[in-house]
Every structure is written in C-alpha cells, then in structure tokens.
C-alpha cells in the first residue's frame, strides 16, 4: 500500500506537471487543458502545470468584477468532494507528496500533530475563509482585486510555481521584491515543519483540504472498520499518521485516506470500501 | 414509501448530482473561460511579485 501511493502521488505529480518546455523556457502552458482543474493544489503558474489548480480557479471567479455566486468551482468541490474526499490529499496532491517525503527525513523527534492541534486545526478553515473567500472578494490591490491566498500564503504556488519560473525567466527575476522573500519564508518554515511534523500545511493551513474534509463522511471512497473483527490492538491508532482512533478514521474530516491503517491492521478489518447505495454511513461504528 | 426508504440514495450521489449541476450552470455563464483566461497568464500574485 505504501508504495503503491507512493507511486501514484509521483506518478499524477509527473503527469499533471509535465509541460517540459515549460522549465526550460520560464514560460507557463498555455492549451485547452487549463479549462480543467486537476483535484490537489497545483499552481497553474507552474511552468510544467497542465491543468488549473481548483483554490486559484475560485479566487479567479470571485476576483470578477460585482459577484457571481462561483458555481463551475463549487461543482467542481461537490463532485470530487462527494466521489472521493480527502483520498485527494492522500494521494493526489503534489505538495502533499513534498511534505511525506521531507517526513520521510531522519532528523527531530517526529511528531503527528502540533500543540494546541485542537485550535490550530481550524487554521484552514480561516484561511479558507479569510483568504480564500472573504479576502478575494474585499481585498484590492490598486483598482484590482487579489487572490489573497494564493499572494500571500500558498507555498505550492512559491515551489512549484515561483522558484522555476524565476530560476529560467530574468526578467521575472529582477522583479522580486518583498512579497516574495515573505512567500519564500512562509514556504521555508511549512517545508522545515514537515521534517518534523506530518503534513503541517494539510492538517492546519490548506483550504483545500477542509473543503474535501467536509465531504469525508459521506464520500464514495471510504476506509471501512469491521467492528466485528476487531480485536482493539490499537495498531491502527498507532499507524494513523495524523492521529486519528479507529472510529474516526475515515469519517473524520482529518483523515486523509492514506491507509496506513489499514496495512497497520493484523486482523484486516480496515479496508477501502465503496459504500453500497442505501447503506448507513456509520456501519462500522 | 417504504421502498423509497429502503432504496435512499447515498450521500455521495447527491453530492455527485449537485455538482454535476452547478458545474452545469457554471459552463453556462462562462466561467470556466475566465478560469482559462486567469490560469495561462504567469499570475504575479502565485509566485510573490505581484
């Protein structure tokens, strides 16, 4: 199971980042693709960024001129939200994959959660809030309004996006002026945090994930516990790198459906699992 | 009644329906044209410029 994310993740990062001329030139795509939104968050300023990423997408249709009730996006976050959730973040995000493998490094004690993790997790929801939603309506710069999340928060946008685009493009390089050292800074610490704790911008800072978060107890790709089974090892609590007890597994809005739980079990009684129409939600419970 | 209880559509599938729905009205006022018009321009605000 491990590896098997593992290569998925990498697999759909190459894919959905794969405009090669993109980095050589410091250029961006600039095809039909990008009228789709890949379901992770992915800087479509990313010089290898194929398709849109779904935060900027919204930010973009709220940054409109008046207001627009943003149905294409909100589609959008109902549709994947509802068919998978946060398996999205588990498996399907390119920054979500930067923070596991700079987990991955030996050093500090590592740690599941921060303290206060039970304030701090309602990090994203203000940011999806302040930044995302109120912050692109209210927020301008000049006569303009701004992406607020995406200009002064989202360290994908900084990786994937900014430090290609300024390491082939010169004349994007001479414009750097503060905001940029702030994102830099702001990218520097997640990415330093991650080392030592799981996935800090998914589990308190990613609007994106408290969107999928929302549909997790309902979602058609669940992690179903036979309760039946179950011997109460606590192995799965164990395993559950974001710190979860076997009954909120999966319909927490934490969970992210990695499924260390349920390689973790000794009696297999977690599994992924497609609720069958009809079925209550909490039939493991 | 009973049948319709017995047979309730899952969470999810409303939730797919919905957004199938609002993606629908979305392509209908365009917005996805100006989601393409934002996203293959470099953003200045993404990469800390702007």
């Known amino acids: ?285 | 009644m009973s049948f319709w209880k017995k047979n309730k559509p899952p969470g999810w599938l409303w939730g797919a329906l919905i957004g199938i729905l609002f993606l629908g009205v979305g392509i209908l006022q365009g917005q996805f044209a100006v989601i393409w018009r934002k996203a293959v321009m470099i953003c200045m605000e993404c990469i800390g410029i702007g």
Not at chain 1, 17 to 46: D, E, F, M, R
Not at chain 1, 161 to 189: D, I
Request: glycine fraction near 10%; hydrophobic fraction near 45%.
């Open chain 1, 1 to 285: 199971m491990k590896k098997l994310r593992l290569a998925v993740q990498l697999i759909f990062t190459i894919l959905t980042n794969g405009y090669t001329y993109g980095y050589l030139n410091g250029k961006i795509y600039q095809g039909t693709l990008k009228y789709a939104c890949v379901p992770g968050l992915n800087c479509y300023s990313c010089p290898g960024a194929v398709a849109s990423c779904p935060i900027g997408a919204l930010q973009a249709l709220l940054n409109q001129r008046g207001f627009q009730i943003p149905f294409g996006m909100l589609g959008f976050f109902f549709l994947v939200g509802s068919l998978l959730g946060r398996f999205v973040c588990g498996w399907l995000c390119p920054f979500g994959l930067v923070q596991d493998l700079l987990h991955k490094i030996p050093f500090f004690h590592k740690r599941k959660r921060l303290p206060l993790h039970h304030i701090l997790k309602f990090g994203k929801y203000a940011a999806l809030l302040l930044f995302v939603c109120i912050g692109s309506v209210f927020l301008f710069g000049g006569f303009a309004k701004v992406p607020a999340f995406c200009k002064y928060i989202c360290p994908s946008g900084t990786l994937f996006g900014a430090v290609p685009l300024l390491a082939a493009n010169k004349l994007l390089r001479s414009q750097v002026g503060g905001l940029f050292f702030w994102k830099l800074g702001v990218l520097l610490f997640l990415l330093l945090l991650s080392v030592m704790v799981y996935r800090p911008f998914c589990q308190y800072l990613c609007p994106l994930g408290a969107v999928y978060g929302l549909f997790n107890r309902f979602s058609l790709v669940q992690i179903h516990w036979d309760k039946q089974l179950c011997i109460s090892c606590g192995a799965c609590e164990k395993a559950c790198p974001v710190a979860l007890s076997v009954s909120q597994i999966s319909h927490s809005p934490e969970c992210i459906r990695c499924g260390k739980c349920i390689e973790a079990c000794p009696k297999n009684c977690l599994h992924f699992f497609h609720r069958k129409p009809g079925e209550d939600s909490n039939a493991g419970n």
